[in-house]
Structure formats: structure tokens, C-alpha cells
């Protein structure tokens, strides 16, 4: 394929995968698209589910930045490639690691390669949770809240908890350890060639939303204060970061050996990174007061507001507020849901556990891959009715509104007749009243929403999760057209970063390809739902109490 036009690389990391796409900066075309799925992720190392340990390997990630490149870059001849001027990456977060001077992560040492607490600490990680209830402690006795813009909880899902954590449990890594860089920070680093945590750029988007990063702090919170929390803590401050930058300036130029590697030319503009729902909401074209619905094993829900009316409000119990995290001069929002997609695999491998164990591998496999369809496609037959069974979404604690990884997801409502298919029209549900506890939270706290975008796997796979989700919210609901949202939202940003677009806006009018689907609620069964809810509250009272 041979073009003439300026093109981008978004790059994606997922969970479970890297994915590249090139674009045209002209029009928004796709030229090439590729996946790796990580290696050691894949073979089940280094995590401890029971213990919510999951880590991942350094090398998982930079093998697939260069397989996923150099895969979506196979189509474009040689005079194509270098029309490339761009590349973004965005990550999960807070998925932060412990580095060297260098700014190499301690993996990547010989001393630490199969030592997990030297690997990146994914998002979903929630080994501290001890820790982050001690900051809580900490900031609501302290002169400054330090967690006020991040909606006066902090989660172990973050930066701060999930360092003091390993700090704890690991002497080697704790004397090892010069700094922690977040996944988007570092791989941004690493193909400029500039890995030094002192004077690469860093995320304002992570440092914000999960740092405490603050402007009114003059950057991190006081080193007084980590001190306080844990002397361990001392002089970190120090080895981090002040400054922080959006995510449509440059990180710097890509590195010759990673131009060589890659087959680029010289001049690349390697864009600053950011979280992959941040991204993502710029690539499903997010406009001020639009709330946009990440939706896959988990969920991130953005909102951008302005910040000379919304500057002032501090809503409780989201996951933080942040001036330019998803567009520069906006407010950008972020909450979400511990568990989406990530609720309905657990049910299937309750069901499909047990045919792996009787009737091999193969059987399991071929009832896996059509279970949940199936489920879902007799779920949606059945009526909504104030008898039904409720659940609670809380399968890997509550992100928000309100913050607790410590709770469990609950079932109520069970008697002889219940069924499969009854109990997973009940978990589908769950994940919708989820999110309307969210819708909701906004609401009440000042922040209007206009309209709800809806982007990821869970929103182009499952028509019955969505006209749920239409009907619990009673609300209708845009799908985004582009299947990756993510990855085109990066590749916007670098469009950005390198010169290509002047602003962000322009870059989604040049590039956006629009929504190819929508869900208007159904006024019975949603009229039925908002009495099912009530339901769903007082479920989620009662566990929480007695958990």
C-alpha cells in the first residue's frame, strides 16, 4: 500500500494485549492493524488471583510494542512508512513499576527477572489495600486533603498504595528501587531513549488521576506527608516528578534504534502517553458534558466539562478530576467499574471449569466460546418483572462511586427454579445498576450529562448488555463506530504531538468515524428497573455491612 498523507500510530496495551493501528491523519482510514497478546500474561505468571496479585513482565510489553508495529506496518511500502510523523501510546493505569537510575525497570535486571514485585503492578492488582485505607487515614487528618480531587478516596488500584505496598513486603526491591514510572510514561520513554525517571516527561493524565499530582500543590503531595505515612516513603518525592504533560505534547523524537527496529524514519514525534479510557473518549469524539463508557473487563467513564464553570466542584467519590487528562483547557473526569466484562468471564468459568476437568480441553474450549452469546440471546427473552433476582457488581470490589476493593458482590433472590440463564440476566443487570450509581453520582454532584457514548468490546459484542444498560439508565446510548477506539484516540493525540493537527478538536473532525449503533431505553422494562434498583441499593447496603 503505498499513500502520500501524514500518518499516525496509535498503540493500545490492554490487559491481556498490545494493539497498533496506523492511520491517516487526513480522513481517520485505518492502513494497518495488528495484536500481540503477551506471552507470560498469557501462561497465567506471575499472578495470585486468590490474593488479587497480577503483575506483568516488562518484556511482555516491550516485545509487543515491536511485534504489534511491525505487524500493523506490514501492508505499507517503504515510501509509506515514512509518511509516519507520530506515535502514541496509551496504557491501563496505574500500572506503575520500580526503576533503576536508568530509568530501567528492576525486571529487566538479572536479579529481579522472575521477582514480581520488580514487574509492573496492573491496574487490577489489589495486593494494597491496606495501604491506601492508611492514606485515607492519613489525608483526612492532614492540612490538605490531599485525595479532594480524587474524589476523597483513594483506591489501591493506584500509584501511591501500590508502591508503599511492595516497599513493605520487599527488602531487594525496596533497596533496588531509585523511582516508579507509570507503563504509559515508561514505553513512551523508551522509544525516545530517554528513560531517566528524573527528567523524562510524565503523564499528566496518571500523575493526576492517580498520583495526587496537583497544581495547587506545586506537583506531588509534601514529602512531610509520605513521611508521615511510612518513613519508607522518605526522599521518594524527590526521584519522582513536578511537572506533568497533556497528552497532545511531545515526549520527544524516537530513538535510532528503535527507528531501526521498527523500520521508521528518524523523525517520529513519540507523543507523552496517557490511561487507555482517556484515549479512548478522544477517539469516540468526546464533546463537553458527553459521558463515554470504556466498556471491557472492567469500565472507565469520562466526562470533560469546562473548567472556568466546573473548576470548583469537587465530586466525591469518583476517580478524580484533572485539568487536560483527556482534552487540553478541559476538566477531564474519570470514574468506572472494577468489573465488566471481567464479571460475565467469571460466571462462564464457573460453568465451563468442570468440563474442562471431565470432558477435556476441546469440549471446554467449544462451550466457552459460545456460552456467554448463548446466555445472553435467551436472557433477553425473558421478562422484567420486580420478582427477579438481584446481584451486586462488586465481583472484584467497587471502584466507585465511593471506593472499596475490600467488598464483596452479593446474590439475592435464589430458589429451586433459578437457572443459568436467569443468574446471568441478573449479573448483566448488576453491571448496569452499577453503572447508573455512577450516572447518578454525577448528577447529584453538578455535573450534567448530555449524551452516553459507549466504546470497547463489551459495546460491539453484546446488544443485550446495552439495551439493558439503555433501559437501567433511561437514557439512550451511542456505540462508537471505531472498534478501537483506544488506539485511534493515541493516534489522534500523536497527530497532535507531531504537528499534524493544531488541536485536538480538529484532529477527532479530520479523523473520527462516527457511531454505527444506538439503544433507546424501552419504557416498561425501564420503568421496572428503577423500582429494581431500589432493590439493588439495599442489597448493596446490606453487603456492605455485613461483609
Not at 124 to 142: C, F, G, S, V, Y
Request: glycine share 8%.
Amino acid at each position: 500500500m503505498t499513500t502520500n498523507n501524514k500518518l499516525t500510530i496509535g498503540v493500545d496495551f490492554g490487559t491481556d494485549s498490545v494493539r497498533a493501528l496506523v492511520v491517516d491523519t487526513s480522513n481517520g482510514e485505518t492502513l494497518g492493524t495488528a495484536v500481540h497478546y503477551y506471552t507470560r500474561w498469557k501462561q497465567g505468571l506471575y499472578c495470585n488471583p486468590s490474593q488479587s496479585q497480577f503483575r506483568q513482565h516488562p518484556l511482555d510489553y516491550i516485545e509487543g510494542i515491536e511485534s504489534a508495529i511491525k505487524g500493523a506496518l506490514l501492508g505499507l511500502s517503504a515510501e509509506a512508512r515514512q509518511n509516519v510523523l507520530g506515535i502514541s501510546v496509551d496504557t491501563t493505569g496505574s500500572t506503575p513499576v520500580a526503576v533503576d537510575k536508568n530509568g530501567t525497570p528492576l525486571a529487566l535486571l538479572p536479579a529481579f527477572q522472575d521477582n514480581p514485585n520488580a514487574m509492573f503492578i496492573l491496574w487490577k492488582d489489589h495486593t494494597a489495600n491496606k495501604e491506601a485505607q492508611q492514606i485515607n487515614e492519613l489525608a483526612r487528618k492532614w492540612g490538605i486533603d490531599y485525595t479532594q480531587y480524587v474524589g476523597g478516596i483513594y483506591s489501591s488500584e493506584w500509584f501511591w498504595a501500590k508502591i508503599l505496598h511492595i516497599l513493605r513486603v520487599d527488602e531487594e526491591v525496596r533497596k533496588a528501587a531509585f523511582s516508579w514510572v507509570e507503563h504509559c510514561d515508561y514505553i513512551s520513554a523508551l522509544l525516545t531513549g530517554n528513560t531517566n525517571p528524573q527528567t523524562m516527561h510524565r503523564s499528566r493524565c496518571a500523575a493526576g488521576h492517580k498520583a495526587m499530582w496537583h497544581g495547587s500543590y506545586e506537583g506531588l503531595p509534601s514529602d512531610d506527608f509520605f513521611a508521615a505515612l511510612d518513613p519508607l516513603l522518605a526522599g521518594l518525592r524527590d526521584n519522582l516528578f513536578e511537572e506533568t504533560r497533556t497528552s497532545d505534547l511531545p515526549m520527544g523524537t524516537i530513538s535510532a534504534e528503535w527507528a531501526e527496529k521498527l523500520g521508521l524514519p528518524s523523525n517520529v514525534t513519540i507523543g507523552v502517553g496517557a490511561f487507555d479510557c482517556h484515549m479512548g473518549a478522544v477517539g469516540a469524539e468526546i464533546q463537553p458534558f458527553d459521558f463515554v463508557r470504556v466498556m471491557g473487563t472492567s469500565t472507565c467513564d469520562m466526562i470533560i466539562v469546562p473548567n472556568e464553570e466546573y473548576g470548583d466542584v469537587l465530586v466525591k467519590g469518583i476517580c478524580g478530576q484533572v485539568d487536560g487528562s483527556i482534552v487540553p483547557g478541559m476538566l477531564g473526569l474519570e470514574a468506572g467499574q472494577s468489573a465488566y466484562g471481567d464479571y460475565y468471564a467469571w460466571f462462564q468459568k464457573i460453568i465451563t471449569e468442570p468440563v474442562r476437568a471431565i470432558l477435556g480441553e476441546e469440549a471446554a474450549d467449544k462451550m466457552a466460546a459460545a456460552l456467554i452469546p448463548h446466555l445472553a440471546e435467551e436472557a433477553a427473552k425473558l421478562p422484567v418483572t420486580l420478582d427477579d433476582i438481584i446481584a451486586t457488581d462488586w465481583i472484584n470490589g467497587r471502584r466507585t462511586p465511593d471506593a472499596n476493593h475490600e467488598v464483596k458482590a452479593s446474590i439475592r433472590g435464589l430458589h429451586i427454579g433459578t437457572d443459568a440463564i436467569k443468574i446471568f440476566k441478573a449479573i448483566v443487570e448488576a453491571t448496569a445498576f452499577g453503572s447508573k450509581a455512577i450516572v447518578d453520582r454525577f448528577i447529584e454532584e453538578g455535573i450534567p450529562i448530555k449524551q452516553v457514548i459507549a466504546i470497547g468490546g463489551v459495546a460491539n459484542k453484546s446488544s443485550f448488555v446495552m439495551q439493558v444498560l439503555a433501559d437501567v439508565l433511561n437514557m439512550p446510548i451511542k456505540v462508537a463506530k471505531a472498534e478501537q477506539a483506544c488506539a485511534l484516540g493515541a493516534a489522534m493525540n500523536a497527530a497532535v504531538a507531531a504537528g499534524i493537527h493544531p488541536n485536538i478538536d480538529l484532529a477527532q473532525s479530520a479523523m473520527g468515524s462516527g457511531f454505527d449503533a444506538s439503544y433507546t431505553p424501552r419504557p416498561q422494562q425501564s420503568e421496572t428497573y428503577q423500582q429494581l434498583y431500589k432493590h439493588y441499593q439495599s442489597l448493596g447496603k446490606f453487603t456492605e455491612q455485613n461483609a
